[in-house]
């Protein structure tokens, strides 16, 4: 081990721009990172991440690296069911703040907003996804937490997630049926709308809505962004590649 640390010194010698392609190398991920419950702390702890060991080497090297992995990987904050360790949620969010300093939050460019609505397995295609009121009331707590601690967002994106109502830990909708959003839409209109305005007074500037053949987010996206949201932000839509298949 002694010696590990006593190479690793030569590290800091390493031109700054350098030394960031390497935590770039190491800590950036292809996907966004999911803010969900951890899992059950009696269970035996996972050896440290490849993050976890650069913090422990010195002062410095834990602030570059923390600075790297907060600003240039997106994460992944929703209303899933409270305390999924699978979908992101509100439980999962209030600890990630709770555990995470301030000062990292707020390197935080990119997030995911997940926004859960929950559909009958049984149904045929076109399924009906409601937009339930606990949801709606869960997605404005996270907008809060969102608005009050992640100072330095720059880029949202948002996304509707079909989760099964029978099924916590998340069951198969098949990609190729189609959804059509229900429930109180306009309400859920007016949430997403809030938090997008909070966020566009600070520092983000760019919105975008993800969607897939079948599932197309434009009808709803209207509802939200009324003429002072769109004059502050660019808003886009993008496909959702890889879509999950198992919610």
């Known amino acids: 081990m002694a010696q590990e640390v006593t190479e690793f010194r030569y590290f800091l010698d390493l031109p700054p721009e350098i030394r960031n392609h390497i935590y770039d190398i190491v800590l950036v991920k292809d996907k966004p990172i999911s803010i969900t ?91 009906p996804c409601e937009a339930e009121e606990k949801d709606t009331a869960e997605l404005r707590l996270v907008a809060r937490a969102i608005s009050k601690h992640f100072i330095g967002l720059e880029h949202v994106t948002l996304k509707m997630v079909p989760l099964s109502l029978w099924s916590p830990v998340g069951a198969t909708l098949s990609r190729d049926k189609h959804v059509l959003i229900t429930g109180n839409i306009q309400k859920l209109a007016q949430e997403v709308r809030a938090m997008l305005e909070a966020l566009s007074s600070k520092n983000v500037k760019t919105i975008s809505w993800m969607q897939r053949e079948g599932f197309s987010l434009k009808a709803f996206a209207e509802l939200v962004a009324d003429e002072k949201l769109k004059e502050k932000v660019k808003m886009t839509f993008v496909e959702w590649e890889n879509t999950p298949t198992l919610y």
Request: net charge positive; proline share 5%; charged share 25%.
């Open 37 to 127: 419950s951890i899992l059950n702390k009696r269970k035996k702890a996972r050896p440290l991440s490849a993050f976890g060991r650069l913090l422990r080497v010195n002062k410095q090297v834990n602030a570059e690296a923390k600075t790297v992995f907060y600003s240039l990987n997106a994460f992944v904050v929703g209303n899933g069911w409270w305390g999924s360790k699978r979908e992101e949620n509100l439980q999962a969010l209030k600890a990630f703040i709770t555990r995470v300093p301030k000062d990292c939050i707020a390197c935080i460019k990119h997030i995911h907003v997940a926004m859960f609505i929950k559909y009958n397995p049984r149904m045929p295609s076109p399924v």
